[in-house]
């Protein structure tokens, strides 16, 4: 079974600082990784994507993500965080039949 | 990429009453799904919506409760039966993208409150 593991409910960063958002995964055969924020009272809006290829993935909002197979990880970063990015954050799986599984979420707070 | 609608966004329903969700898919997609988000919580997928034969559901969601339908290829709709609330939830559609990209798409989403 396909499962990813957020080992943070809460992650708190100044502004400016780099922030990472931790997610782990297991997974059978070759992994279909996502990111997707949440924002307050508006939809999910994806991030960034890992099927194959170059382990640093670049996406939206100057985010990027990171795959590592020996740690079977897959962590969000961002070099210099701001206010606007505090949201919260969801790291995925997709198995071969396009269902996607979601880790429990980090709510990621940005201050000032 | 793909747009979806859902209708009602949101609604405040009486307990043991039913709701059905529409999803409406500006494009043909193959695979569709049900995802629910109580609460505080993460998404759960529901079910898959297959065109043309039964939903196929995750481990503690049955077709009882939640009946689906997909009659073609660009709608579905969820019925969340015989309501608590426990049912309070936030209830997504999505598709996967034609193509190379891969990427998985959610409508935004049905606000659904039980008293």
């Known amino acids: 079974a396909q499962s990813v593991a957020q080992p943070e409910d809460q992650v708190n960063v100044a502004e400016g600082n780099p922030l990472t958002v931790k997610c782990t995964y297991s997974v059978s055969g070759n992994p279909y990784l996502f990111w997707y924020v949440q924002y307050p009272n508006r939809g999910l809006q994806f991030l960034l994507k890992y099927i194959t290829g170059d382990n640093l993935v670049k996406g939206s909002y100057g985010f990027e993500a990171e795959f590592n197979k020996s740690q079977t990880s897959f962590h969000l970063k961002k070099p210099s965080a701001l206010v606007s990015d505090s949201a919260l954050y969801f790291c995925?799986?997709?198995?071969?039949?396009?269902?996607?599984?979601f880790g429990a979420g980090t709510r990621l707070t940005v201050k000032p | 990429s793909a747009v979806i609608s859902q209708k009602p966004s949101r609604d405040i329903c009486q307990r043991g009453t039913s709701l059905t969700i529409q999803c409406q898919v500006d494009?043909?997609?193959?695979?569709m799904f049900w995802y629910r988000q109580q609460p505080g919580q993460s998404l759960t997928l529901i079910a898959t919506a297959n065109q043309g034969s039964e939903a196929t559901y995750e481990s503690g969601f049955v077709i009882d409760k939640f009946p689906i339908s997909r009659p073609n290829l660009t709608f579905s709709t969820l019925t969340v039966s015989n309501m608590s609330p426990e049912d309070s939830s936030i209830y997504l559609c999505s598709l996967t993208g034609t193509g190379s990209t891969n990427e998985q798409f959610f409508g935004p989403g049905t606000r659904l409150t039980v008293l």
């Open positions: 995925a799986v997709r198995d071969v039949f396009s269902r996607i599984y």
């Open positions: 494009s043909q997609v193959t695979m």
